[in-house]
């Protein structure tokens, strides 16, 4: 059985996954942290508040549990990477760099995801291949390329267990992700149930990958569980299960909601990042190596996060 640390958990891919491999391995073999109290993740197993950052309460922590796998998910997100990246990089790298030195010493698996934003201008824009020139033009890439650099140099050097995927936009329904550029996709639904309209920041030709919640959840324990023997890449494998832009999913939403507007106001910061990524990733080798397959596509997802975004609206959670 595993023992799971998960760091910065009460973020939009933590709140979930933290719920999600407790039921698989037991509420308390998986230990919520994050730099911030998280009533909800301590009312179903072990919760503390640890600042990754610090080395001394990050080993304390691993030892304390018997941590076996760290799943990593500290970062500050591209968008707002870019109002202060030395911030940027000293969360993105020290978290990083705290779970590899402390998954050496304590004998640990480590997942950290990677990104699309790992890519950059002179990456191939459709179907970007698995191995190709990687030379983003965001802090938040400089991070994902560094991380997924040194994760591939601590297997090498020191046979640490570290595996990543390089994750699209993630769309959900329960914790807002924050800063990133492909937020507009979580946040039309939003705007769409509570206010019939929507004012997108991403131009709308902009064609980006994006996978649901359930897929992302999937991939990340797929991926852990995976015959290390098959694995040719480690960090970290394309994966994605859509790609539109606001055009596209403007017109699907409407489909359910025919009075739904939506107009432009173009944010050029995120505009120059969302064009500076991928239109398509080309996900071929996680399909190969450990049978990476998405399960939801754009008019699935979407029937299911109006439905869950509706219900809690009409139960005044929104
Ligand atoms: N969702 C992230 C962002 O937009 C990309 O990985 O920053």
């Known amino acids: ?45 072990p919760f503390a508040v640890l600042n990754a950052l610090d080395a001394h309460s990050f080993a304390y922590t691993v030892n304390k549990y018997k941590i076996d796998t760290i799943f990593n998910l500290v970062a500050l997100l591209s968008a707002v990477g870019e109002k202060d990246p030395q911030l940027a990089w000293n ?18 698996a480590v997942f950290t995801p990677s990104s699309i934003g790992a890519f950059g201008p002179s990456s191939p824009k459709d179907h970007t ?14 991070c994902k390329v560094t991380g997924e650099l040194l994760s591939n140099y601590y297997y090498l050097k020191y ?13 959900s329904n329960v914790t807002l992700p924050g800063g ?16 019939g309209r929507f004012t997108c920041p991403i131009p709308q030709d902009v064609f980006m990958d994006m996978i649901y919640m359930p897929d992302a959840l999937n991939a990340c324990v797929e991926l852990m569980e995976a015959d290390p023997a098959r694995l040719v890449h480690r960090n970290g494998f394309n994966i994605t299960a859509m790609s539109f832009s606001p055009e596209i999913i403007y017109k699907e939403i409407k489909k359910h909601l025919p009075d739904f507007k939506m107009d432009y106001k173009i944010d050029p910061v995120k505009e ?9 990733l080309d996900d071929t080798c996680a399909r190969d190596e450990w049978g990476w397959k998405p399960s939801w596509q754009l008019p699935e997802m979407v029937t299911d996060m109006l439905k869950c975004i509706r219900r809690r609206k009409e139960e005044g959670k929104l």
């Open 1 to 45: 059985m595993k023992k799971i640390l998960i760091i910065g958990a009460g973020g939009q891919i933590g709140s979930e996954l933290t719920v999600y491999l407790r039921k698989l391995y037991g509420n308390t073999n998986v230990v919520a942290t994050d730099v911030r109290e998280c009533k909800a993740l301590g009312e179903t197993g």
């Open 91 to 108: 969360i993105n790298i020290g978290a990083l760099m705290n779970s590899l030195d402390v998954a050496r010493q304590y004998q640990c």
């Open 129 to 142: 291949p698995q191995d190709t020139l990687m030379q983003p033009t965001t802090i938040y890439g400089v």
């Open 159 to 171: 046979g640490v267990d570290t595996r990543s995927v390089r994750f699209p936009g993630i769309i």
């Open 180 to 195: 990133g550029t492909t937020d507009y996709a979580v946040e039309i639904f939003y705007a769409a149930v509570k206010h």
């Open 272 to 280: 120059a990042i969302a064009r500076s990524w991928p239109n398509s």
